[in-house]
């Protein structure tokens, strides 16, 4: 209250007003209306006292409509109990039976439906609801009533009889004098006859069978008999009888397949070989027939020719004859219809040029006259017969290839002599000879007396994990099986009895020999080591071979004292040389040997580990350099070529195997990364990645070379990876490929192939000799793709000479290239070079000291020469048109002029470099970088004449 009289005058006037009356105190009094009982109220809570607005006594008052007593709280509203909804049980009754009422009192009451037994009016008993009258109700008992055709039926009682139709089953005689099964209510004439008669149609004469009732309507008659008409094509028709319907056959459609013949005989087969149905019209045939021609020869031409003179009279026989060609002295193989020219001719004549090689060529005489000396070389069969080393790298055998195959002993074919080297694990090589033997296919021999290896011989072996079995009564072994033994030889005599009841020749705790000193003494003391046959002698018996040996000398033999033992190898029988692999007394030295096998073939077959990482790191770099380099669409092979070599793009990571056979682990990116996910090929072993780490950094140097308008970006940085290692060694960040080591047998570039502005030549090699150097590329390249892989060191080092001499010419076209080149009257000498370049048979280091020198007289007679030439164009210029402004040069030193006062007021741009030219920061002074190089009506000097990259 305090704060509304705060807030308003009236309330401030109210209270005072109470206040002088005593009307304000600390509770509120009232009084119910009903039974004006009173209360104080002080809070808020004190109103439940009355929760309905009266007090909290109980209503009590009795309804006028019903007599109960209200069971509410005393309430103001509705006080005179008008809206009030009484909930007590109704207590009526019906007035039939006295059911009590379901319902509550406030409802009006429903008519009774309690169900009671009834006794009805035709004397049956139902049980019905209280409401329903007996008297009205109509029975719906099933009783059996007879009809006034004399049958009985079951209905409702209450139904009549009167109007019912008899459904039972009787005998009519119908009009037509057949009987037949109807309903009793049916009479004869309403009923359809479906007796069976035979009708003859009026239209076609055939016989039908119908329904009696239909033999009045003929027009619903449909003759089922096949229509009997023969067509024009002599097929019958395939409809049934159609007399109302195109009797005549004039729309119909033969739907058989065609049995016409062409004039020759042949059956029609329709379009393509398919048949096709008679109304359709018959092709071509495509039979083919010999038919004589006018030539007199048989000539093969289809079946629908053989009958038109005119197509007969024109055709061309293609029977080969021999013929005296037009224009050259042989007898030419053509067809009968073409003319012998010497353009057909594969005579082989003497070429009229002198081919590179030396060798005299014979060649097709259809190309004697257009053919260039570089192509002779493809047709020279002379036998190459080199030896197959350069520098000390090769087998040293005698080439078997001819001239043409080996480049002119440029690039030899593969030594096919046989290897036959035995490698480390005991076996003979079976490939072709080649420095590299690849890893050993032959099943593993290595076994133990638990289990026995069973991988490729090639594949590094896995230890055995079982405990060692060499033990004896006197001593025994702790290790593993796979592991060195800790302990001695035991050279105790053996304590046995052999079969024959003699002593045991043997040691202890090894095989038994099967000879005996008495019955076998001649063959147990033959002499092979020398003390066989000392009494005291004891014996080894190697259960591989079943050789028996005496124990000093083979102790001797096995710890590689004799010179046929020497070499890291496995341990052999010194009889027949089998691989001893189960000797219990040598298991130590055998452990040992077969150790270092092992290393050695982990290093051959390559870490798979560190071989997959570098398979990555080759395919990732492969992949990125494609979308880098400008592709040259001449060697896009050559790409292909080596994707297919390294990898295939895997879809599906999961379910993968590596070299060895077994389920690889980390070899896929996650897929996160959405990186490239790469499945290598089977076959790839440290030898093979050698190669085509060598194949990527050649085919790098071709598309660098050959991407026109920029330098190629040779020397690029090195790698050398030699074979007898699995590591790579840094020789030098700017090594030039043609100062690389001879014995090198691996180079692999290291520089990003990245553009930069450096790179744009101003004087690109012209589009002759770019053709000219993609040529070769690309001949080089397709060997490479034919040559099986691992290449062997000869190959690598004759391959990368070829690229040296490719490289080189590239620098030579360059001159070639330059502006004013002609000018110049170096073209002889430069032709010469060329000449020289490629008339090498081995592009050694000695021919590229040679080609350097030469190139080096070049370029110091153009740096003479061009400037005087430049020099000369420039000055004609001048006096020409007679002009009078200033001469200038931009930041990277093209010539531009200034007009009129030749003051720079002006801005634009280098016409060659498009860099800013003219007027800089002040009126009259030259934009940054630029010079001026000549005074108003002067001839700009020699020195500034711009020259090529390669003379600066």
């Known amino acids: 209250m305090d704060s509304m009289v705060t807030s308003s005058l009236i309330w401030e006037e109210i209270v005072v007003t109470l ?22 109220v002080t809070c808020a809570e004190d109103f439940d006292k009355a929760p309905e607005g009266g007090c909290s006594k109980m209503c009590e008052t009795r309804l006028e409509r019903c007599g109960h007593i209200c069971p509410l709280v005393c309430h103001i509203m509705d006080k005179n109990h008008i809206e009030y909804k009484c909930r007590f049980p109704c207590l009526k009754s019906c007035e039939k039976y006295a059911h009590p009422c379901r319902f509550d009192c406030f409802e009006i009451c429903p008519r009774c439906t309690v169900r009671v037994d009834t006794l009805l009016v035709c004397g049956h008993s139902e049980k019905l609801f209280c409401y329903i009258n007996e008297s009205t109700y109509r029975c719906t008992t099933q009783v059996v009533k007879p009809l006034l055709c004399g049958h009985e039926l079951q209905m409702p009682c209450h139904q009549d009889t009167v109007g019912v139709k008899c459904q039972q089953i009787v005998k009519r005689l119908l009009p037509c004098n057949h009987e037949q099964d109807a309903a009793c209510f049916q009479q004869p004439e309403d009923i359809a006859c ?61 739907q058989k397949e065609c049995a016409r013949s062409c004039p020759n005989g042949h059956k029609c087969r329709g379009e393509f070989g398919h048949n096709h149905k008679c109304h359709s019209k018959c092709p071509d045939c495509k039979i083919k027939v010999s038919k004589v021609i006018t030539c007199g020869h048989e000539a093969t031409i289809y079946c629908h020719h053989s009958q038109d003179e005119d197509y007969i009279a024109n ?13 050259c002295s042989h007898d030419v193989l053509v067809s009968c219809s073409e003319i012998a020219a010497k353009f057909r001719c594969k005579a082989l004549v003497v070429s009229k040029s002198e081919s590179p090689c030396g060798h005299v060529v014979e060649i097709p005489c259809n190309v004697e006259d257009k053919i260039n000396p570089d192509e002779l070389l493809s047709y020279c069969q002379a036998p190459c017969g080199a030896e197959l080393s350069e520098d000390g790298v090769g087998c040293k055998h005698l080439c078997t290839g001819s001239c043409s195959e080996c480049f002119r002993g440029r690039l030899h074919k593969k030594c096919q002599r046989k290897c036959g080297r035995v490698l480390i694990c005991g076996h003979v090589c079976k490939y072709k000879c080649s420095i590299i033997c690849p890893p050993c296919k032959a099943i593993c021999e290595l076994k133990c007396q638990h289990s026995k290896c069973k991988r490729r011989c090639g594949v590094p072996c896995t230890t055995c994990k079982e405990p060692c079995s060499w033990i004896c009564v006197h001593k025994k072994c702790s290790k593993l099986c796979g592991k060195p033994c800790n302990r001695d030889l035991c050279d ?53 071979c079943k050789h028996t040996f005496e124990v000093n000398g ?38 040992s040997a077969y150790a270092d096998v092992i290393k050695v073939k982990r290093r051959i077959f390559g870490n798979e580990t560190k071989t997959f990482i570098e398979l990555t790191r080759l395919a990732e770099k492969f992949e990125k350099q494609l979308s880098m380099i400008d592709q040259v669409n001449s060697i896009q092979f050559f790409a292909k070529y080596l994707s297919e070599e390294i990898y295939t793009v895997q879809t599906n990571p ?52 050959l991407r026109p308008n920029y330098i190629n970006n040779l020397p690029l940085p090195r790698q050398i990876k030699p074979v007898s290692s699995g590591y790579f060694q840094r020789i030098g960040q700017n090594l030039d490929r043609r100062l690389l080591q001879q014995n090198a047998p691996v180079a692999i570039p290291n520089a990003q192939l990245v553009q930069h502005e450096s790179e744009i030549v101003k004087n690109p090699i012209s589009q002759k000799c770019l053709e000219d150097l993609e040529k070769r590329y690309v001949g080089l390249l397709t060997t490479l793709t034919n040559r099986n892989l691992p290449l062997s060191h000869l190959e690598i080092k004759q391959f990368s000479m070829e690229l040296n001499r490719l490289a080189d010419l590239f620098q030579l076209f360059r001159r070639y290239s330059v502006d004013d080149f002609k000018l110049l009257k170096l073209e002889w000498r430069c032709e010469e070079v060329k000449k020289t370049l490629l008339k090498f048979p081995v592009y050694n280091k000695a021919a590229q000291l040679n080609f350097e020198e030469q190139l080096k007289e070049i370029d110091r007679l ?91």
């Open 862 to 952: 153009m740096k003479q020469s061009l400037p005087v030439v430049r020099r000369a164009a420039v000055e004609a210029i001048y006096h020409a048109v007679g002009y009078s402004g200033s001469w200038y040069k931009c930041q990277n030193g093209h010539i531009y002029t200034i007009g009129d006062c030749g003051q720079p007021n002006g801005t634009g741009f280098c016409a060659d470099c498009k860099l800013p030219i003219g007027a800089g920061s002040g009126f009259h002074i030259p934009a940054e970088g630029n010079l001026r190089i000549a005074e108003p009506r002067q001839a700009p000097p020699v020195g500034v004449i711009p020259m090529p990259d390669f003379l600066q």
């Open 194 to 254: 479906k007796s069976k008669i035979n009708v003859i149609i009026p239209s076609c004469k055939h016989s039908l069978e119908i329904v009696c009732s239909l033999r009045n309507l003929p027009d619903e008659w449909t003759c089922t008999q096949p229509c009997d008409t023969r067509l024009n094509c002599g097929h019958a028709c395939t409809r049934k009888c159609h007399p109302n319907t195109d009797p005549n056959h004039e729309s119909y459609r033969c």
């Open 492 to 544: 105790e005599p053996c304590l046995l009895e052999l079969r024959c009841g003699h002593s045991c020749v043997g040691l202890c705790g090894t095989p038994c020999p099967p000879l005996c000193r008495i019955c076998d003494k001649a063959e147990l003391t033959e002499l092979f080591f020398g003390d066989e046959d000392n009494p005291d002698a004891r014996y080894v018996y190697l259960v591989d």
């Open 554 to 591: 083979l102790d001797k033999w096995m710890r590689g004292g004799s010179d046929a033992n020497q070499g890291l190898q496995v341990k052999k029988c010194p009889r027949c040389s089998t691989t001893v692999q189960t000797s219990i007394r040598y298991g130590q030295l055998l452990k």
């Open 654 to 705: 999961f379910n993968t195997t590596n070299q060895s056979g077994n389920a690889e682990l980390g070899r896929y990116t996650n897929s996160r990364n959405r990186k490239p996910q790469y499945r290598f090929n089977e076959s790839i072993d440290q030898y093979v990645l050698e190669s085509l780490t060598n194949l990527v950094a050649w085919w790098e140097e071709a598309c660098m070379t």
């Open 315 to 327: 055709l061309s026989c293609f029977v080969e004859v021999s013929k005296k060609s037009i224009n």
């Open 19 to 40: 206040k002088r009356k005593n009307n304000i105190g600390p509770q509120l009094s009232l009084k119910c209306q009903i039974h004006d009982d009173i209360f104080s």
